[in-house]
């Protein structure tokens, strides 16, 4: 094909791809089976192939993903990006409609919109052109995720006029696309996501955007990030303008003249939600006119004229069929319930943790049980309590054994614990268990040694203690079930890896009584050599702000211990690493820093930085990141929809910061 006939092709291509796009993916109305998109987007990648300046930053052939980044770059947003005020029940709701009324009259109309659970990202147009798509950040800089957005087929690449200008939504992860993604993970024995939310922030992390096209993400669109000039004038308009531009937007939205109106479709969906193919957190409730809207105005961080009414932990009901007991690592029983899978805020859940015998006493628990479910922090599954209506009489008392399930030695309940524990050394179960914590990503972090393989190793006696991994040899990896021979090069090559880690990991993949990670760290960078450790006097622990009495008994006599010597000589002529390689600390007093000494905590969504990103940035500035708020708290950083611990913060009146005031501090 010639040069031109190319670029009229091309042009065709273009047109018919978008207009397919857009009615699969906005309109939910293909015209066309998938195979003929396919067919004709490779028709368009062969001829931009041939002819590579014909390829447009708008081409439809982005959808699959272009090259891989180095890093995102920062974008100034040009309107910032607010969050929004949250309201937990009807009273504050009619707060809010107290304040509107207040400052506008009685004449004035609501929208009330689902409050989609992903994450907020900013799309930018010039003349009618997609351009560019960034995350929310600090509402002011956002990261540039222009490539993995693209990917995202419900969002136009062109739009039907020739405008500039910038729209704002959520990016999310079908709760449908978020059990498929799960379940592959699961087969390859990698970490699965805890909730589609996650699943969504992390795919449009990726630098790769091969990784974000293939994840199935889709967006809603709720406001345009200025109107200029366009002549609309309510925010309904604008959403049935960005609507007619070719943007998808939620149809689940309604117009509201009173808050008992707005009262309604609140309680509506609290019920509906969990029917709905994607999850939301609650119900945003906006006054509809943009003049109102000026005059109400916003404060620093959020509109006055809008607000989050966010739901309260989902709460279902299942049936609760048996108690599973596990022996952990430190010789713990506890007991699991198995219960008839049920979807709640998110993802399947079969099992809850009982934590122990006088938990299921309290709640009265029995086998049979109907109980209900909810997840704490939307993320780890409890049973909340017993419906004792459902009764039937054919419930079973469940009792505790009086010997360990797996080695039958006498269990134990020590002083002053509520937990049955099994303190044989030798117990199977509990070296087992030791294993998978010491390969686990807190610790040694060796990809590709999952809970499966791990229990194989063991069960072929290929394992016997930590050590023993670093003797594995490759014609015994390949002996065992599924593993073929790159699978088995891959796990060498992870194992060989985890030798150079710095001595933390180490420590605390040892799984030495009381020394979590944060303490392994403390240690790891006041003693830098497990050769230091290994001398160490309970004083010398004890000076340590973090190292308390107990921990520095449990150390001291850890190290006492001959097989433990032995361990860690079998380890350093295998060439693991026994030095630490981190920063060095830095002292307290030195430090011209606002965190110096303080005891800060974390709550709410941060987004420019991960979690442990901005705890380790603190501790390094001298702070100390603990998870709740007490009369010990100097601090608490509240990202968006901040819950508990922000109220608590403001109970105990400690000082509250945003996002953008922690990373100016952070950025000094
Ligand atoms: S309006 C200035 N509408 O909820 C107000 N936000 O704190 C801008 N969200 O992360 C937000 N669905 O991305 C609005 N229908 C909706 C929403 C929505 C989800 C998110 C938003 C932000 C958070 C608000």
């Not at 047109?15 to 309109?27: C, F, G, I, K, S």
């Amino acid at each position: 094909m010639d040069k031109q006939s190319a670029e009229k092709r091309v042009k065709e291509l273009h047109d018919v791809l978008n207009q397919y796009n857009y009615e699969y993916h906005v309109l939910d109305k293909p015209s066309v089976p998938d195979s003929e998109y396919d067919q004709l987007l490779r028709e368009l990648i062969e001829l931009e192939d041939q002819f590579p300046d014909l390829k447009t930053s708008d081409s439809p052939s982005e959808r699959v993903g272009g090259s891989i980044l180095e890093s995102f770059e920062k974008v100034e947003h040009r309107t910032p990006m607010l969050s929004l005020g949250n309201a937990f029940n009807e009273e504050d709701l009619r707060d809010f409609d107290r304040r509107v009324r207040q400052s506008v009259g009685d004449d004035f109309s609501y929208v009330c919109e689902l409050k989609i659970d992903g994450l907020a990202v900013s799309l930018r147009y010039e003349d009618g052109v997609f351009v560019q798509g960034a995350t929310r950040g600090d509402g002011t800089i956002g990261e540039d995720i222009t490539s993995n957005l693209k990917t995202i087929r419900s969002i136009p690449l062109k739009i039907s006029e020739p405008i500039s200008f910038e729209v704002r939504g959520e990016a999310f992860m079908p709760k449908g696309s978020f059990e498929a993604l799960n379940k592959v993970k699961e087969e390859k024995e990698e970490e699965p996501f805890a909730n589609p939310r996650n699943a969504a922030a992390g795919s449009l992390r990726q630098l790769d955007p091969k990784i974000a096209a293939s994840r199935n993400l889709d967006i809603f669109l709720y406001a345009l990030a200025d109107v200029g000039d366009t002549g609309i004038e309510s925010h309904s308009e604008g959403l049935d303008r960005l609507e007619r531009l070719g943007f998808k937007t939620n149809q689940e939205r309604r117009r509201c003249a009173t808050i008992e109106e707005v009262i309604e479709f609140v309680e509506g969906w609290t019920d509906k939600r969990p029917n709905l193919p994607y999850d939301i957190d609650g119900i945003v409730i906006k006054v509809d006119a943009l003049q109102q809207q000026q005059q109400l105005g916003t404060t620093a961080k959020s509109p006055r004229w809008a607000i989050a009414f966010k739901f309260p932990a989902e709460e279902v009901v299942t049936v609760l069929k048996d108690i599973e007991l596990s022996i952990g690592r430190t010789g713990v029983l506890t007991p699991t319930a198995i219960l008839d899978p049920v979807r709640v805020a998110g993802t399947t859940v079969q099992r809850a943790s009982l934590h122990n015998e006088d938990l299921i006493r309290e709640k009265d628990i029995k086998i049979g049980d109907h109980v209900v479910i909810k997840k704490a922090g939307d993320i780890i599954p409890e049973v909340v309590n017993v419906l004792e209506d459902k009764r039937t009489g054919e419930e079973q008392e469940f009792k505790m054994p009086t010997h360990c399930p797996e080695c039958d030695s006498e269990l134990v309940r020590l002083e002053g614990e509520v937990a049955l524990r099994c303190i044989n050394p030798k117990c199977p179960a509990q070296i087992r268990e030791g294993l998978i914590h010491f390969v686990s990503r807190n610790a040694m972090n060796i990809d590709g040694l999952g809970e499966k393989v791990i229990s194989q190793l063991f069960r072929e006696k290929l394992i016997e203690d930590v050590a023993d991994l670093y003797r594995l040899e490759r014609e015994q990896l390949l002996q065992l079930e599924r593993m073929g021979e790159k699978s088995v090069d891959n796990l060498l090559e992870a194992i060989e890896a985890s030798k150079e880690n710095s001595l933390e990991k180490l420590l605390f993949g040892l799984g030495v009584r009381h020394v979590g990670a944060k303490a392994a760290k403390t240690l790891a960078q006041q003693f830098h050599s497990m050769e230091k450790l290994m001398t160490v006097s309970k004083d010398e622990l004890t000076d340590i702000n973090e190292i308390g009495e107990k921990m520095a008994a449990a150390i001291v006599a850890y190290f006492d211990n001959e097989e433990v010597k032995e361990l860690i000589e079998e380890l350093k002529e295998a060439g693991v690493n026994l030095e630490y390689k981190g920063p060095k600390p830095v002292k307290v007093s030195e430090v011209d820093s606002y965190f110096a000494g303080k005891t800060v905590v974390l709550t709410g969504k941060i987004e420019v930085l991960s979690r442990n990103e901005a705890k380790d940035k603190i501790e390094m500035l001298g702070g100390k990141v603990t998870g709740s708020v007490s009369k010990k708290t100097d601090l608490v950083i509240a990202g968006e929809d901040a819950g508990s611990k922000l109220a608590k913060a403001n109970e105990l009146n400690i000082e509250v910061w945003d996002e953008d005031k922690l990373m100016e501090e952070l950025n000094r």
